[in-house]
């Protein structure tokens, strides 16, 4: 990595010029592909790959026509609405679902629309107001119902035309208005992220110079992610909100990496430092840190590529490719942009004579060694250094056990899904789905959809298999949480049947989770030996999301804990450290899970106008989880990897973790400070799935940047003392050397290590 990391500088200082034109050159030919990236992208990827309701999607399309629907077209006539006008919509939108060939009516359904408006007219105007109801079955065949939903959703045009509207209802159709919110939300925030970041930069730098630098980073590697998007998107399904997890993930990283690397450098300009010895010095110090931590991140995000959806992966994949950008722009782009600005970059002389004035008095007549320390901040990073140093017992126990309170909420955590309760109460689309309840009463919810497929030689066209079905049936209608039973439909070949049923409180209410668990269990059995069965429809989608979504947890969490840890254990040649920051990530991460549950299931912030909706969404624990890690490491990569080149030059621990956080701890919370308001934009949107994911995150960065980073690590790091730098021969040898800035290598370390 050492020398890489020179390969790299020896490039920029000699060929800056160069370097910045291939920049320039791929970031113009990148623009128009970016602007395109959400061509091709699938507002989907809800399905689960093997299971009962993606199954019974498949099984779907053997009939020529379906049960119920999981959404629904609403047309609302006011009082004296034309009839032609109303007629004509009607006809649009059934003949926009025939269009559409994976989508299809309901049995019966236009028939009964056009028979209702037939009798409320009288002749060429509506007496009375009128609602009309077109059930819809959505995911027809190898297809992602949810996207279905959002394409049709666009083809019908809902809205209001004079005196009659068109809405687009049911489960299906609320998850496409969902989806259209969550983009619009997500666009106001990011329009709202790159100024809160500028005024951060600006107050953090105290130059305008300094400011444009990592805002020109973060521009040039969401840009340029977005055009590869479009690539992989030619290529591969991918889920809409990859180009939002680009854009949050983007902008905090990028901006946070190149602020590490040029606070160095400008701390080395402040010694005195020529601009290309102080760039050096940068690359292979705070330059190594950003190419581990950035590493790091990346192995954290492709840990989601063990949950087997296309949702999250194509989220993931969206974040590693701007962190891979956004490490290779502060390795290479930022470098050269800092050789153009030169002098601007140079803090200001006269903080810069106080300070170094200060550091003279103090450390007059050492070493070029101790001059490095010259960059430690001497005003209250150092009383706060001094504090933690003096007690660290008292800091580790209190820190520690303010993060296990905030996680203490997390215990009772439930996960859950809803669509309805996520749009605002006033909306168009909520006005819809209640003009659907009141005509559609239960079956204005997505039905569960029970498929059953004969086995062995068996058909439901001989009269032992309809009798078993029947019973069967009968034997549903029974059931607790039973609205509607359906009359069973059958394919052409007699061997599969399908039967929907309707739970009374809806598609997303606990009875039908009820039904749903009976279904698979005791429905199965009464009918295994004539049938198998599958069941799907919207509440059994959700559920097998859900269900995917928390049993990779697990695996999210030994995919990440361990490798995360490996990688610091190459970097710090110390097994103590790595199993102390995976400890010290799941301290934050369990914080954030605790606020979450606390504020969104409990609703202890409500009296404050924060909503509650009594669960966390079933993918936000496992997002949180695999980002907050890969973030995390980068202010412990930056805090250790300080701490350990000033043990490398004195040997002495405590004494080495007072000046590493001194000269660390502005940057880090800087850093921090960057992350939160970006991530704290996102959590004012107005979709809670959002706000959670804003809230969590703004949380956990929060507080590991403070609370574990610059008070509970330091402080069990004084306590462990030489066993931080623990490490066996054996693995010592095998292990390469990465060392950040090597001519600053003391006896120290190697006599410890010997």
Known sequence: MQALVERIHGLVVRRWPVVLLVWLAVIAVSLPFTARQTEHLTSGGFSVPGSQSQRVDELLGRFERVPGGAAAIVIEAAHGSSTRAVERELE?????????????????AYAAAKGRLARASDGARLPRGLVLVLPVQLGIGDSDASADAAELRRQLGVGRRGQVALYFAGEG???AALQEQSRRDLHDAELVGFPLIAFVLLRVFGSFAAMGLPLALGFAAVSLAGAVIWALSQLFTMSVFVTNMASM???????????FVLARYREELARGAARRAALRVALGTSGIAVAFAGVTVVLALASLFLVDSRLIRSMAAGAVIVVVLSIAGA???LPALALVAGRRLRPRPGLLQRARSRVARRRGGRGRDEERYEGADSGPWQRWTEAVVRRPLLAALASAALMLALAAPALSMRLGDGIKNQLPADSFDVRGQELAERVLGPRASGPLLVAFEARGAN????????AELERWRRWLARQPHVAVVERPLFDRARRTALIAVYSRGGAESAGARALLGTLRSQGAERIATTARLSVGGATAAMEDFRALVAGSLWKVLVFVAGLSSLLLVVLLHSLVLPLKAAVMNLLSVGAAYGVLTAVFQHGWLEPLGVAAHGHVHSVTPTLLLAIT?????????FLLTRVKERYAVHGDTVRAVAEGLQASARTISSAALIMVAVFAVFAFVGVPTIREMGLGLAVAIALDATVVRLVLVPAMMVLFGRWNWWLPAWLERLLPRVDAHPEVRAPALAAHES
């Open 331 to 333: 390795l290479t782009l």
């Open 92 to 108: 649009r939108a059934a003949g926009t679902v025939e269009r559409f060939r994976r989508a299809r009516l309901a049995a019966g």
């Open 629 to 637: 890690f890969g973030l995390s490491m980068d202010y412990e990569v």
């Open 173 to 175: 159709g609320l998850s």
């Open 249 to 259: 993930i983007g902008l905090g990283v990028a901006v946070d990496y190149s602020l």
């Open 459 to 466: 058909t439901f066209s001989r009269p032992p298999a309809r």
